[in-house]
Every structure is written in C-alpha cells, then in structure tokens.
C-alpha cells in the first residue's frame, strides 16, 4: 500500500511564491513517478508536472518557467515550486504517486491568489 500527503498550500498575493511538498509512504525508486495536477472550481484536473526517480521533469505549458518540481529525495519527498503565482492559479492541488505497489493520490492541497 502507498499513501501519499500534500501540504503547503495557502493564500498568497499574485506575484507571490509557495513551496507544496508532496511525501509518499514508499521508496521511490525507478520507475515510480510523481505527478503534481490541479484542478480549479470549475475546471477539469489538468496535470501540471511529472518527475520520474531517475527520469527529468516535464511541465505543463502553463507551468514553464514558472513552476519547479524537485528530484525525489532521501525522505521520499517531491516539491513543487510556485513561482509568480497568478489569479488563474488557485486550484486544489494534487499529488499522485505511481510504483510499483500502486498508484496513490493525496487528499489535496488549496492554493489560492488573490489578485
């Protein structure tokens, strides 16, 4: 079984920075994957960026070269960077571990910006 946690989300200005951690139960050797979404009041859940353990990331057009996503570190633990957060960015955002035990989500966290 894979469980997986998000945290840091929180209410920023536009402009503003957050750092979103996403920690999953189990190593994440190859070739488990970590994926960020989000998904807006009334969006669909898009993907925003993958890193692989010992694959690069990718991003979202919509994230390039505004959102970060960390390697996996010792902790099992990815980050997700947030950068010149914009209005358009609030979301819920999602993580989602895929191993070779499972595929886990986490119950989500919110980030929203004021404009």
């Known amino acids: 079984q894979v469980n997986v946690v998000e945290s840091g989300g929180g209410l920023v200005q536009a402009g503003g920075s957050l750092r979103l951690s996403c920690q999953v139960s189990r190593r994440l050797g190859s070739p488990s994957t970590v994926t960020w979404y989000r998904q807006g009041r009334t969006k669909e859940r898009e993907m925003v960026a993958m890193?692989?353990?010992?694959?690069?990331?990718t991003y979202s057009e919509s994230a390039k070269g505004r959102f970060t996503i960390s390697g996996v570190n010792a902790r099992n633990t990815v980050y997700l960077q947030l950068t010149d957060l914009k209005p358009e960015d609030t979301a819920a955002y999602y993580c989602?571990?895929?191993?070779?035990?499972?595929?886990?989500w986490g119950q989500g966290t919110q980030v929203t910006v004021s404009s």
């Open positions: 989602k571990a895929t191993t070779p035990w499972g595929d886990a």
């Open positions: 890193v692989g353990a010992t694959s690069p990331a």
